[in-house]
């Protein structure tokens, strides 16, 4: 497994990143790791496929029928 050494990161970040860590019961560098993670793995999902959205996002209401309105030109 690598290491890597990040730099001169801003005392706010690192004061935020501390409580969050304090706060799920984790240490700084185990924060890291899964806030790296999580975006990480997240990224991977993330599908650009419009249909699918568009399916996942109506998909609790179930199967239903829309009708067609008539149109003139």
Do not use: C, W
Not at 54 to 69: L, P
């Amino acid at each position: 497994m690598s290491s890597i050494i990040i730099d001169n990161l801003d005392d706010d970040l690192i004061f935020r990143l501390q409580k969050r860590a304090e706060y799920s019961g984790r240490s700084l560098e185990a924060e890291a790791k899964e806030i790296l993670r999580a975006v990480l793995i997240e990224k991977e999902e993330l599908s650009l496929n419009l249909a699918a959205k568009i399916e996942q996002r109506f998909s609790h209401f179930g199967d239903f029928e829309i009708t067609i309105i008539s149109r003139e030109p």
